[in-house]
């Protein structure tokens, strides 16, 4: 529980899944992966949950693993993108697009910029960090994408 962090509340497009999480920030991400850009038509923005958020309507949430230590959470009635998480549950991003309120977060961080096309930037002053950089920096575990 960081003094930053806060309650945030969320759902995908038809409502059928509902989410309330414990954000470690306000802080955005965007992922630029190809993974990340087939499943969301474009990066994937996110925020970190401090542990794994409380999911109403559970039972509408299909999950796919897209490699040996991710896997990507959709609503299985209308496609909504909602998390990615890591297999063993050490990490938990939410959709930042599913989020009900979206008062004070800010993008402050780009991963897998060099997978990035060049049909799109954004103006935002981010950290930046290619795909080697990521895995260098959470090596414990993710050893592949
Ligand atoms: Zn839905
Ligand atoms: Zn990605």
New binding site residues.
């Given amino acids: 529980m960081t003094a930053s962090g806060s309650e945030v509340k969320g759902k995908c497009l038809c409502g059928a899944v509902k989410f309330e999480a414990h954000v470690k920030s306000q802080d955005i991400g965007a ?7 087939r499943w969301s038509s474009g990066p ?1 923005l996110c925020v970190e949950c401090a542990e794994p958020p409380q999911i109403e309507g559970v039972e509408d949430l299909s999950v796919y693993q897209s490699s040996d230590w991710g896997e990507r959470c959709f609503c299985s009635k209308c496609g909504s993108t909602l998390f ?1 998480r890591t297999r063993d549950g050490s990490h938990f991003m939410a959709s930042a697009g599913a989020l009900e309120n979206s008062e004070g977060l800010r993008m402050t961080h780009e ?2 910029v060099d997978e990035k096309p060049d049909y799109y930037d954004f103006a935002n002053e981010t950290k930046k960090m290619t795909g080697a950089e990521v895995f260098a920096a959470f090596s414990s575990g993710a050893d592949n994408n």
């Fill in positions: 992922c630029h992966c190809e993974m990340c850009r994937f990615w991963i897998f």
